[in-house]
């Protein structure tokens, strides 16, 4: 049996940490969380933390953070981090704290069942918790070539499934209505690669 990958490398790093995510996302979700931060809330949960390099850049401005992910075997990030597969009921094992902010950033797309992922992040939400998602965009131009021609969009096909662990396709229609499903809502959507 061939087993998936649930990281991958990008190239790029934060202070010697891998990154396994596209360039320019952790900056941005930094700098959108300063923003929005109006509520001045500094308690983060990070669900799919990799190797941690989101994490540390989260700390270094001043977040306390508690870092999630399969295995911790390469995160290095100097925060609290606990290992916990985000495909089974986790919320259980993170429910006795008060989070300002649930970060899922580029995480979803690996897991099994989007639709439990979510039930369980409700679970860990308080009336005043703020949630993020990202995951990678299928609206890019490139799709409207590469489909037709071999039935594969940019960050799902063979490679990114046993490479990358991409096996949750979401175009934005299907994760609004998940998101509905779960009693959430979205209010508002970023990109930070061009459509």
């Not at 490398?9 to 952790?26: D, E, F, N, R, V």
């Not at 409700?122 to 993020?132: A, I």
């Amino acid at each position: 049996m061939q087993n998936q990958s649930h990281k991958s490398l990008s190239g790029i790093s934060y202070k010697g940490i891998p990154i396994h995510a596209a360039a320019g996302l952790h900056e941005a979700v930094v700098e959108k969380i300063q923003e929005s931060n109006s509520q001045g809330g500094n308690h983060i949960l990070e669900l799919g933390c990799g190797s941690g390099g989101l994490t540390q850049r989260l700390n270094d401005n001043g977040y306390q953070v508690l870092a999630v992910d399969l295995s911790l075997d390469s995160f290095a990030a100097k925060s609290e981090a606990v290992e916990l597969d985000l495909n089974r009921d986790f919320a259980e094992d993170l429910d006795e704290r008060n989070y300002d902010l649930i970060l899922a950033i580029e995480v979803i797309e690996h897991l099994e069942n989007p639709q439990h992922f979510l039930r369980q992040i409700v679970k860990l939400m308080s009336s005043d918790t703020r949630l993020w998602i990202s995951f990678p965009n299928l609206y890019l131009y490139m799709n409207t070539w590469k489909f037709p021609r071999d039935n594969t969009v940019i960050c799902w096909d063979k490679y990114h499934y046993w490479e990358m662990g991409h096996q949750t396709m979401l175009p934005a229609w299907l994760f609004e209505q998940h998101l509905t499903k779960a009693g959430l809502s979205s209010a508002s959507r970023h990109f930070v690669a061009p459509i």
